[in-house]
């Protein structure tokens, strides 16, 4: 709790250990470290204070000093309440050009945690956004779980058929389990339809927000 605030990134407020208080969420930073290690998650509740290291993969040449970072990530970008009892925080960790990818991060066995996709996922992050000709994801969300991930894509390089997958996760065990997974073939009209009626054009995670801090 000692060390300073990430630059530009506002506390969040939501029940992360269950107790029924509001936490309070910040990303905090050690100056003098280096960026692999320097980046810290907390979460201070009314009894205890929870911390994990938030681990920065990014490194040029070699693992560079925390002043010598040009990124404002990683950032908080929202809390969210995938099951019944507590509160999820999602974490901005990359963006490109058109896609943001994001970890999640909550309390389970008494620590706070990452908490892993089942099958696994490039280092555990959810990639959302993107581009028409390659791809475009988002994540919907029902308060309590499941939480749904949309991916449409096309099929052939003349952009005629078009296919869109619609995978549920749900919280269990420290993890995030894939439960159930469909996809569908059709012209770009038909999937931009489902897409459209499942929620891909809402902001991510759309359902199950408790607090959001910076845009994704």
Not at 13 to 27: C, F, I, L
Not at 68 to 79: G, I
Not at 120 to 147: E, H, I, W
């Amino acid at each position: 709790m000692r060390l300073p605030l990430r630059p530009g990134g506002s506390p969040l407020q939501a029940d992360v250990d269950g107790d029924g208080g509001r936490d309070s969420v910040t990303v905090r930073y050690a100056p003098h470290a280096r960026v692999s290690c320097g980046f810290v998650l907390v979460v201070k509740t009314a009894s205890r204070a929870f911390a994990v290291r938030i681990p920065e993969s990014y490194k040029p040449s070699q693992d560079m000093k925390m002043r010598d970072w040009p990124f404002p990530q990683p950032y908080l970008a929202a809390a969210v309440r995938l099951d019944a009892d507590r509160s999820q925080i999602v974490v901005e960790r990359w963006r490109g050009a058109a896609v943001a990818d994001v970890s999640l991060y909550g309390v389970t066995d008494g620590k706070l945690a990452l908490l892993r996709f089942h099958p696994r996922r490039t280092q555990d992050q959810l990639s959302l956004f993107g581009t028409v000709g390659t791809g475009v994801s988002n994540a919907r969300c029902v308060a309590g779980g499941p939480m749904v991930v949309i991916t449409t894509w096309p099929k052939d390089s003349n952009g005629t058929l078009w296919s869109l997958r619609r995978s549920e996760y749900r919280l269990s065990s420290g993890g995030l389990w894939r439960t159930r997974t469909r996809r569908f073939d059709g012209s770009r009209r038909e999937m931009d339809t489902l897409a459209h009626r499942w929620g891909m054009d809402a902001a991510p995670f759309t359902g199950c927000v408790v607090a959001r801090g910076r845009r994704l």
